[in-house]
Nanobody, 126 residues
Framework: QVQLVESGGGLVQVGDSLRLSCAASGRTFSRYAMAWFRQAPGKERDFVAAISWSGGSTYYTDSVKGRFTISRDNAKNTVHLQMNSLKPEDTAVYYC???????????????????WGQGTQVTVSS
């Protein structure tokens, strides 16, 4: 198990940027594939971005491609989500998730992610 704590959310204007961070506990962080999901009010929790344990592979949902960047620092047990050109439809609670992996690939579905943070609110105002 790994404990995850997100930070960096807030209220911003359309076109602004935010950088979310996820701090993980545990000594085997580098063996976890990581991802960000988001959940808007009344909607399902949806995939946003994922990164493999080495950081060599990333994947994004279509709506954020070219605007969001996921990265990780295994030495610091952290994952980041850089969000640029924010839109009102990006408003949601953003969750960091982790799953043990034995191959250096991304995982893009909720299935298998068994470690979740408490979430951080991102609100984009027009």
């Amino acid at each position: 198990q790994v404990q995850l704590v997100e930070s960096g959310g807030g209220l911003v204007q359309v076109g602004d940027s935010l950088r979310l961070s996820c701090a993980a506990s545990g000594r085997t962080f580098s063996r976890y594939a990581m991802a960000w999901f988001r959940q808007a009010p009344g909607k399902e929790r949806d995939f946003v971005a994922a990164i493999s344990w080495s950081g060599g592979s990333t994947y994004y949902t279509d709506s954020v491609k070219g605007r969001f960047t996921i990265s990780r620092d295994n030495a610091k047990n952290t994952v980041h989500l850089q969000m640029n050109s924010l839109k009102p439809e990006d408003t949601a609670v953003y969750y960091c998730a982790a799953r043990v992996t034995y191959t250096d690939v991304v995982h893009t579905t909720r299935l298998g992610y068994d470690n979740w943070g408490q979430g951080t609110q991102v609100t984009v105002s027009s």
